[in-house]
């Protein structure tokens, strides 16, 4: 096979791609069609299928609209484009060459108006595309004097169908066209937002279960027996000594009263560490490299190194944050692992932990969590001196007991100070426990509805930045229609060829690798990075260029020529395998086998209400797949016979109905 610039080619193609790549569906309804929906809305949605370059559902529901009486100028207007739309009138049925015949003969009993005006227009361009350039003068100069939308919708649809002499006379207001629309509505800054995974809703870490039924439950015994072994201990000593009891009760009270209520605010706020956790990011089961929890984590590493506070580097921000950082990797890991998704639709709540972390470092907030913690060195003094000032006061009770009573009262005072020890400690770790639970699940639950509503703003700020942001269909594909117009137009000129060389021309649409995909519902997959392949269709071969774009910029790398005879393209196949997709494979009689991707597999990548075979046939037919597999099959197929057949010159002329 012969090159234009030398080269050898490789059948490896770039191409070519391997594997599923995840798209991202958006939740729109602007191609839902209710089953009981009017013919009016049958028809705007097919028109919306037309604008967004999916012609063969445009079709479907115009002609639907217009069976259940939904007609007028208008209506035909645009059932014309959509049987014309990324066609050639070789590509036409009989039966639809006839049906287009029978509107024509419609035009005189509609009314007068720019709609009609259209229609007419476009009847006449069919019936001068086998004309000379002399002859279309005339139906040249009403095109221009229509509308714009008009006149734009027909040069558009009518790409295919306009050839020759004809098209020669449009290429330039075409290409002027493209150039002014390429980077419109602000194309750089906003195709992202299309490819964008859609996020998954905010979540926090809920507040822990109490654990404090037990201590309840047990509470009330170990009390009674404290009150019991504590009354019976003073009760002897008031007995034994009646002014030396009463001074101790005191000391007692006033001791056990301070080391209760400083008690608390040590003891009884300080939280104890949690039993679970890291016990989910230590037994993940998917935890292994590529797993949900390590992209967590490397998101995490991500965000925190480029979202560093003033002074630090990224390594040291990393070091001082690694606590800060695994613990919050650690719960995003849990609270979002059940969901099977990928980690690109939690990135927005990570990107914002990131951003709030670096705001409390600069607050001085980080780690305000611990200081607030920590018990004051003087708390823990009062409730040290309290227990032991307590304890020299029962102490004292029990000498006060021994010295002044015979026996068996110093036995009984004895097991009352015993019973007081016990049943003291165990009530009062009781009642600690408790009084701790409460403050931690109130705390946590403080520390959770604030954290659900800070993530749940954040949340709501990025969907809607998402919304405001991301294009429409139609802007996606007018962007990829001005793409393909610019790359047909430097390949003429490279070729130094005009549209009155060519008899007829292709371009194959098709994603490359890697990529990024989304489609609203219903719609056709769009793809972050694109293949263009141009066939230009000569009296002495086909002419092959194929280039990678990058749709986000319009930028193109990786540009191939190939020339060939038409007897050349020996064979030509469509293969479809349902885990992988639609390949597509030229076998050149002196070159390798061509195995091109056309499209990916729809199975993981539908919506619940939604049909495989209708999205594929969708994607193929906004690609402009279709066409380009009748011609490349009709080539291998005739060789040198089919160029007789379908030159410009050769086309049967359209008869206008009278």
């Known amino acids: 096979m012969s090159h234009g610039n030398g080269a050898t080619f490789n059948s490896a193609d770039h191409d070519s791609t391997v594997g599923i790549q995840a798209g991202t569906v958006h939740n729109s309804n602007v191609y839902f069609v209710h089953p009981d929906a009017s013919p009016q809305e049958k028809y705007r949605v097919g028109v919306r299928f037309l604008e967004d370059g999916v012609s063969s559902r445009a079709r479907e529901m115009i002609t639907d609209a217009l069976a259940h009486g ?7 207007f645009h059932w014309v484009l959509a049987i014309l739309s990324g066609r050639t009138y070789h590509d036409l049925s009989t039966e639809e060459v006839h049906r287009l015949h029978y509107t024509s003969g419609l035009l005189r009993i509609y009314a007068e108006g720019e709609w009609k005006e259209a229609l007419r227009v476009t009847f006449d361009l069919l019936a001068v595309l086998s004309a000379t350039s002399g002859e279309t003068g005339a139906v040249l100069k ?54 964008a995974p859609v996020p998954i809703g905010a979540r926090a870490a809920p507040p822990r279960p109490s654990t404090a039924a037990a201590a309840r439950a047990a509470l009330p015994v ?7 072994s504590s009354a019976l201990l003073w009760a002897l000593a008031l007995i034994a000594d009646p002014a ?39 037994h993940d089961p998917i935890s292994a490299e590529g797993g949900f929890t390590n992209s967590v984590r490397r998101s995490f590493d ?24 695994g613990s919050l990797a650690a719960e995003i890991a849990d609270l979002y692992r059940e969901s099977r998704i990928g980690v690109e639709r939690v990135t927005w709540l990570i990107r914002y932990l990131a951003e709030d972390t670096r705001n409390r470092h600069n607050n001085g907030t980080l780690f305000e969590d611990h200081r607030q913690d920590r018990t004051p060195a003087r708390t823990k003094a009062l409730t040290v001196a309290a227990l032991a000032l307590l304890a020299t006061a029962a102490l004292a009770a029990f000498g006060t007991v021994v010295s002044g009573a015979a026996s068996p009262r110093p036995l009984w005072a004895f097991l009352a100070v015993l019973g007081a020890a016990w049943s003291g400690h165990a009530t009062a770790s009781r009642w600690l426990e408790i009084r701790r639970e409460e403050h931690r699940l109130a705390r946590e639950t403080q520390r959770y509805q604030e954290q659900l509503t800070a993530r749940q703003i954040a949340y709501e700020r990025w969907k809607e930045l998402l919304d405001v942001t991301r294009p429409s269909e139609q802007e996606m594909e007018t962007w990829l229609s ?8 430097e390949a003429l000129r490279y070729h130094r060829l005009t549209w009155r060389d060519l008899i007829t021309h292709t371009v194959l649409v098709t994603p490359a690798r890697p990529h990024k995909r989304g489609r609203v519902r219903g719609g056709p997959w769009r793809y972050s990075r694109y293949v263009f392949r141009l066939f230009l269709f000569t009296q002495d071969g086909i002419r092959e260029i194929s280039s990678e774009f990058d749709f986000s910029d319009a930028t193109r790398k990786n540009e191939q020529r190939s020339n060939y005879r038409f007897d050349a393209l020996s064979s030509v196949q469509v293969t479809e395998n349902a885990d992988i997709g639609y ?20 199975a993981h990548q539908l919506a619940p209400d939604e049909n495989a075979q209708e999205i594929s046939e969708i994607t193929l037919s906004a690609a402009g797949s279709t066409h380009t597999f009748r011609l490349l099959e009709g080539i291998a197929a005739d060789g040198k016979g089919w160029i007789e057949r379908h030159s410009p010159t050769n086309l049967t002329p359209f008869q206008i109905a009278g």
């Open 583 to 602: 390949d597509l494979e030229l076998v050149l009689t002196n070159g390798p086998t061509r195995k091109i991707r056309i499209k990916d597999a729809e």
């Open 302 to 325: 991500h965000y925190f190194s480029v979202r560093t506070p003033y002074g630090f580097t990224a390594e040291a921000w990393l070091a001082h944050t690694a606590p800060v950082r």
């Open 70 to 76: 939904y007609d007028g100028a208008e209506v035909r």
């Open 222 to 228: 170990r009390a009674a027996l404290f009150a019991f």
């Open 142 to 195: 009403q095109l221009h004097d229509l509308p714009l939308r008009q006149r734009d919708a027909i040069l558009r649809h009518l790409d295919l169908m306009l050839t020759g002499g004809l098209r020669d006379d449009l290429w330039a207001e075409t290409c002027e066209r493209a150039a002014a629309e390429r980077f419109g509505n602000d194309r750089i800054r906003r195709v992202w937002a299309y490819f």
């Open 244 to 282: 030396k009891a009463i001074a101790e009760v005191l000391v007692a009270l006033g001791a056990g009263l301070t080391a209760a209520l400083s008690g608390v605010r040590w003891w009884g706020r300080e939280p104890r560490p949690d039993p679970t956790a890291g016990a989910g990011a230590r």
């Open 482 to 489: 001005c793409d393909k117009t610019s790359f047909i137009d």
